[in-house]
């Protein structure tokens, strides 16, 4: 039987995975890909405990967090073509130029 | 009908300060001469049914209408006529109205525009020094009060071109605000006391309060704040300093507002408050001493000075002294008479320096004159009647006048008792009095023609009469000439009035019956009108010393005593020209060897007792660097810039800290970002 430690165990899992691939890799492709893995590992959570509780409102959220990644992905994406096309890189330490 | 009295000035003033510069010097002259003229009209029929009437006239009163109606503090503009404003005016139109014309012919030389803003000038100052005397409350008269002080600035720095004209007409102000300090804080004082600033009721007031004594009441307080007004009006030790330097103005602005009419303000304003004065013991002891060192003072320092003008200036600010004198030992009346016959004679003098002015192109330092006698006849006989009459000389006006001053001195009056020591200071500076007078005379127009040595010429004291100096077509070089009619007139007028005036006080010791005193009398006493409002004070006595004695009663003694300080004072006014003479005129060379051996005291008197040095060091130099080191360079470069720059050093370091946290890089923000958000769900979670 699969309770809902199980659930929200692997979505930790699946949570602190895509935390270490935002920080530690090198490419900004893969940043972006981690961070639809946090984001995944939310929407894991929310339907789970939306089941638990026999609601429907995890699973209607997960809805939206999905469209928010799309449009985030979309964009995202575009981002990195521009900054690829402007430094010929996608490492993220190669982009400090917005600070002091 | 009263407001028309100084409304005709003002209406002259706004003419000429709007259209001066248009019109020709012959129309700006006539409407400043019409409309001080036609205010002597209106106030010669305002004040005729007065003098006929006598001490029985009743004040005429006009308000204008309501000016401060604030809560408890109601200011009609209310203008009043009494015995003592109807002479005021008379004397204030009238001697106006001679100098008017006087200057017509006097500052011929000036171009139409600045003519025009002479003649503007001239005509505000009459304004508001009517307005000053025809005040029935206090507020009203400091509108005149503060009004003649910046015609008197306007008037000393007339040629501001000139710097030592510009520094007198400031020095003239700054000293005079110090006295208005003084005047506002009485006003203010009297209106808390007793609830009202109109001159009767508080007269009526104040007469239903005992009488304060030696003790520091509060209308004692009060008049000597008024008193303080009053220094700094009338050039009274300690604010004399300023009338001296009024000299750099025009001569006959001298004569009309530095000698005849608005340094006698202080004495008026005194004169006004009377019954509030007599109230306060104290103050009178204090304005009698004042009065009595002033005269000595300003006499002793009158003996050594060389400017011509500066002479009569320290004479005026001696005569003025005898006036507070008067006040008081608490003869009021005597304290008028002595400024209405002052106004003559003194404006007389004033106007014949001037002329010897103008007849030498601006030459004024008695030691380059002599021997004007046969060059100017008619100033020089109507100057030697000026000179007799401020000398005392027997029947002439000044005579009367410092007769019973010193009189009332020696003897005392139901407000004040008589001190021989007055007396005798009186005595000896009018001793001084006649001696500088005829140095004056016998220095300027006796004796051998002396002309300025050739590097004086072009010095800026001998440019003081400006137009003359710097107009090409020049033709006063060479023989003095005598002056023209607009200006020889005047004088001859004044010097009519000299003799004259004083017969309306001729003392009863010599038969008179001194109607001038009688007169008066109602305008220094509180009137029962307003007296039934206020409420008196129990005790009888309180009222009893209140109420001032009718009559002096003449006994045959005290006419003895009159009469013998009559001979006293006559004798030492002969004597003073006696000495004079043998000076000036007979051993020319003894005033110098005199000067010599007594070098310091000399020095002393011919700088002014240092006055002037020890209120630079004592007050200026202090001030400024107070100001300097102090509040400049300490509390607004210090404090005020250092704390504003200092918040801004600070914030500025704190940020260049701060702003290294911004890296730019997106994997420190998302470890930041995360690590708060883990620092945040903790909390929550482990507590």
């Not at chain 1, 339907?47 to 699973?59: I, K, N």
């Not at chain 2, 600045?114 to 005040?135: D, I, K, T, W």
Request: a neutral charge.
């Amino acid at each position: 039987m699969v309770s809902l430690n199980h659930y929200l165990v692997l979505s930790g899992v699946l949570f602190a995975i895509g935390t270490a691939g935002v920080f530690l890799r090198r490419n900004l492709i893969t940043v972006l890909l981690s961070v639809e893995i946090m984001l995944n590992a939310v929407n894991l959570m929310f339907v789970a405990v939306g089941r638990y509780r026999g609601t429907v409102d995890g699973q209607i959220i997960t809805f939206f967090v999905m469209t928010v990644a799309a449009a985030e992905a979309a964009v995202g994406l575009a981002l990195v073509i521009a900054l690829f096309r402007h430094r010929e890189t996608l490492v993220p330490d190669a982009f400090t130029s917005l600070k002091w | 009908m009263l407001l028309l009295i100084p409304l005709l000035p003002f209406l002259g003033f706004v003419v000429n300060a709007c259209l001066g510069r248009r019109l020709p010097k012959a129309i700006s002259g006539a409407v400043a001469c019409l409309a001080i003229i036609g205010a002597f009209a209106v106030s010669l029929s305002v004040a005729w049914p007065i003098l006929m009437a006598g001490a029985d006239a009743h004040p005429v009163e006009q308000t204008v209408f309501m000016w401060l109606p604030s809560g408890e503090l109601q200011v009609p503009f209310k203008l009043r006529v009494d015995q003592l404003a109807s002479l005021m005016i008379l004397v204030v139109t009238g001697i106006g109205s001679l100098i008017h014309i006087y200057s017509v012919g006097y500052m011929h030389e000036e171009r139409d525009s600045e003519y025009a803003r002479y003649f503007s000038y001239l005509n505000l100052f009459a304004a508001f020094m009517l307005v000053l005397v025809l005040g029935a409350s206090f507020p009203v008269m400091f509108v005149g009060w503060e009004g003649v002080g910046l015609c008197s600035y306007l008037l000393i720095g007339f040629w501001f071109h000139k710097p030592s004209a510009a520094d007198a007409g400031k020095k003239a102000f700054v000293v005079n605000r110090v006295g208005d300090f003084g005047f506002i804080l009485g006003m203010l004082l009297i209106f808390t006391t007793f609830g009202t600033l109109d001159f009767q009721e508080v007269a009526a007031a104040a007469a239903a309060r005992a009488s304060e004594g030696a003790a520091m009441g509060v209308m004692t307080i009060a008049t000597l704040l008024l008193f303080l007004g009053a220094t700094g009006k009338s050039a009274q030790i300690p604010l004399h300093i300023w009338l001296p330097d009024a000299m750099e103005g025009p001569t006959p602005v001298s004569a009309l507002i530095h000698a005849a009419t608005m340094v006698t303000a202080g004495v008026y304003m005194i004169g006004r408050n009377a019954v509030l004065f007599e109230h306060a013991p104290l103050t009178l002891s204090v304005v009698a001493g004042i009065g009595v060192a002033t005269a000595f003072m300003a006499g002793t320092i009158g003996l050594v000075q060389n400017d011509i003008k500066r002479v009569l200036a320290y004479s005026t600010v001696s005569q003025l002294g005898y006036m507070f004198v008067a006040m008081g030992v608490g003869a009021f009346s005597a304290g008028i008479f002595h400024l209405y016959t002052h106004a003559f004679f003194k404006a007389l003098l004033f106007l014949g320096s001037g002329a010897v002015i103008h007849a030498l192109a601006g030459e004024q330092d008695i030691r380059y004159m002599g021997g004007l006698k046969k060059y100017l006849p008619i100033t020089y006989w109507t100057f030697m009647i000026g000179a007799l009459a401020i000398a005392g000389i027997p029947a002439l006006s000044g005579f009367f006048s410092k007769d019973e001053i010193l009189y009332r001195a020696f003897v005392g009056t139901p407000y004040h008792r008589g001190s021989a020591i007055v007396w005798g200071i009186g005595v000896v500076t009018s001793l001084l009095t006649a001696i500088y007078m005829f140095r004056l005379v016998f220095l300027t127009f006796h004796g051998e023609r002396r002309a300025a040595p050739a590097a004086a010429h072009g010095h800026g004291d001998h440019a003081a009469h400006a137009g003359h100096g710097g107009s090409g077509h020049d033709p006063h070089h060479g023989e003095p000439h005598e002056a023209p009619p607009s200006m020889a007139v005047p004088l001859i007028v004044l010097a009519i009035g000299s003799m004259v005036a004083g017969y309306v006080g001729v003392p009863q010791a010599i038969g008179g019956r001194n109607w001038i005193e009688h007169f008066l009398e109602p305008s220094f006493e509180a009137h029962s009108t307003a007296g039934e409002t206020a409420v008196a004070e129990p005790g009888a006595t309180a009222i009893l010393v209140a109420e001032p004695a009718q009559e002096t009663p003449h006994e045959p003694a005290d006419e003895s005593t009159e009469l013998t300080l009559m001979l006293v004072s006559s004798g030492v006014a002969v004597g003073g020209i006696l000495i004079a003479s043998f000076f000036w005129l007979r051993r020319s060379d003894a005033a110098a060897r005199l000067a010599g051996q007594f070098g310091a005291a000399y020095r002393i008197l011919l700088n002014k007792y240092y006055i002037d040095e020890i209120y630079n060091a004592a007050i200026v130099q202090p001030l400024k660097q107070l100001s300097t080191a102090g509040l400049w360079k300490g509390v607004d470069v210090g404090m005020i810039d250092g704390i504003v720059n200092g918040v801004g050093a600070i914030v500025r370091s704190l940020s260049g800290t701060l702003r290294q946290l911004q890296t730019g890089s997106i994997r420190t923000y998302a470890a930041s970002l995360f690590f708060g958000a883990v620092v945040v769900v903790g909390w929550y979670l482990w507590t």
